[in-house]
């Protein structure tokens, strides 16, 4: 079992930055990779970025050149520094991690507020 952790949400004006951060726990050793996804009120949840395990990174088309995602794989955290932030970033963000098993484990943290005003 893996457990993931969000934290740094909160609220801030529109064109502020945040940093959040999610730390996994528990069966670490073959996480590949590792993001956050984020879900609006009324909406479907999203991507937002991931980054493997080899450093490989995927962002939304909406983020790009906004937020950026890494990860320390000796301290089993990824971060997601947003800046630049709008209206429409509130949303929960949601930590996801996937591990080597057959079937692919699928986890998610249970998710951090983060709210911009205009």
């Known amino acids: 079992q893996v457990q993931l952790v969000e934290s740094g949400g909160g609220l801030v004006q529109a064109g502020g930055s945040l940093r959040l951060s999610c730390a996994a726990s528990g069966s670490i050793f073959s996480i590949n990779t590792m993001g956050w996804f984020r879900q609006a009120p009324g909406k479907q949840r999203e991507l937002v970025a991931t980054?493997?395990?080899?450093?490989?990174?995927n962002y939304a088309d909406s983020v790009k050149g906004r937020f950026t995602i890494s990860r320390d794989n000796a301290k089993n955290t990824v971060t997601l520094q947003v800046n630049s932030l709008k209206p429409e970033d509130t949303a929960v963000y949601y930590c996801?991690?996937?591990?080597?098993?057959?079937?692919?484990?699928?986890?998610w943290g249970p998710g951090t507020q983060v709210t911009v005003s205009s």
């Open positions: 996801y991690a996937d591990r080597y098993v057959s079937p692919l484990r699928q986890y």
């Open positions: 980054v493997t395990r080899s450093g490989t990174t």
